[in-house]
């Protein structure tokens, strides 16, 4: 007993550095985000600005169009997600329900896509995007971006728990595979489903470096790239200013993920569905 | 013609072979219960009529018709399942009518036919429920219904009983009859439950290995089992398989002599080594006693008491049943038999030698 108290203790204390080292950029992009300027200089550190201001805030709700990166973050974002889940699932249903030559082949193909860094692909999908006229629209940063290898296996990986009778009583039902997948997998799934949603929309609404690349004019920037207007040699060092966008930025997938947290944890355990 | 007919069909997974060379017959509105030990192909078999399993070969034919590549949802059966396969996210109602509603069924034919599907097997007030609400008896019930709404001409069940207390088991199945009779379908039933399989089935098919060991009536099977396998199958306790030698015009079995009447001299004659099947109920305490041995330990089987018994200068043990009230008998006892209930099987191959019209008694009867 006294050796699983001693170890348990141990283990809770570098449970909570490691919490403590991942939540101070948190705690420090908001604490900055209330600072005057000077106090950012003088107090860096100090998590409890004293007096809390809200002129950063202010400064960015009145001069920046901000509904407009929302909008246009929003948009891409749902977008991505939208399809990727499309594609996700019914390529997840191919892979389980159907037979066809080299489906091991295939599907192991759509897992390689995991392993290979974005930077390799970052060119041939520059150029296919600005052949396409792509440059500089939502439609560009979406296109490259329709399926997801990791979308795929999830959802493959969910419904191979669905009990098989279910889909066989369906069968004999001549029920056709549409309506296998709308009616019975997709309900089952559902938790599954909006997981991985949440997954793709908040991975969508953080990502900075391909809009980055696709969207040059200021009216079409997402949140993320409006961030780097305030700290970036065009914008000085605006720190208070750009912690306000950040922290705004930041809190929809935050709330998103704090709703749907139970969601997201079981489709990761690997959840099964109950005949 | 709403019957099923396979004609040499054989399913095997890869090497494996779990369907030997089928050859069996179900009538149109009858009720036939496929029986055997677990891996016997029981439930393949039924897959297969439902088309949820492919045939490897042979020939499977539905109302004339040959359905060896026809889709499952192309040969109108209904299927109650193991584990009763009902869609967790739907209610009772959503459950039975899910399969009229893509069929395009009218509303009016579907509410209808739920409706009285509901009545009579006493689900009304559910229908809001969802599966996991439900005790097992009623998913069972609803499993029912949602093959009974759909009116098919063949109804397969696969051991639709199996997840049942004892005693619900038997109302379930008494239902289940009387359900038959009502629309009387074509009705293959899978099950390992000997005693299910004797008060549902009008005939029995037991199956072992892939091999259909013998289809006929409960009757029949229990009384002049086709082969040692079936016999030692069918009844509890099973049949008393006693190894027998045939020389000098005498029966022998553990070294006593027993001399069978003429017309089983006859066979015995052709079938030297043999076994001889005696039911445990047909095995009496004797004064004048065709077998002798020692009493092992005694069951209580609530009516009756089951007694095993070593027998003399043998390993072989026989069972014997005896009224619940009678004095409890220790030691060496002595045991007789009837020749009138006696099973034959020939020794090497354990087919069924006895005699022919016996059959044909138990069939008149």
Redesign the interface.
Known sequence: MRTDHGRNWHWHTLLWLTVLVQLWPLVFMISTSFKTMDQVFQSTLNPLPYPPVLDNYRYVLESLPLLKYIWNTLFIASGVTIAKVATSILAGFAFVYYEFPHKEKIFNAFLFTFFIPITVVIMPNYLLVAKLGLINTPWGVMLPQLADGMGIFLMRQTMRTIPRPLLEAARLENAAPWTVLTRIIIPLIKPSVIAISIVFFINSWNEYFWPLLVLSDKPAYTLPLALQMFISAEGGSAWGVAMAVATLTSLPPLLLYLVCQRFIINTFMQSGVKG | MNGVIFEHVCKSYGENMVVKDLNLSVKKGERLVLLGPSGCGKTTTLRMI???ETITGGTLKMGGQVVNTI?????N???V?????????MSVWENIT??LS??NVPKDEIKARTEKALEILNLAGLEQRKP?ELSGGQKQRVALG?ALV?QAPYFLLDEPLSNLDAQLRLQARTELVKIHDLFQPTLVYVTHDQVEAMTVGHRIAIMNQGMLQQLDTPDIIYNHPATTFVASFIGSPPMNLLQGHFREGALWIAGSRIDPPAEWQAIFAQHPHNWVGIRPEHCVLSDKPQLRGEVELVEHLGGNRCVHVRLNNDRQRVLCLIPGGETIPTGTIGLSFSWQHVNGFDGPNGVNIGHPDKVAYWRAG
């Open positions: 439902a088309g949820l889709a499952p949802g192309a040969r059966v209904a299927m399942f193991q584990n009763y396969a009902l869609y967790p996210h899910f399969g893509i069929q996991n949602r759909k």
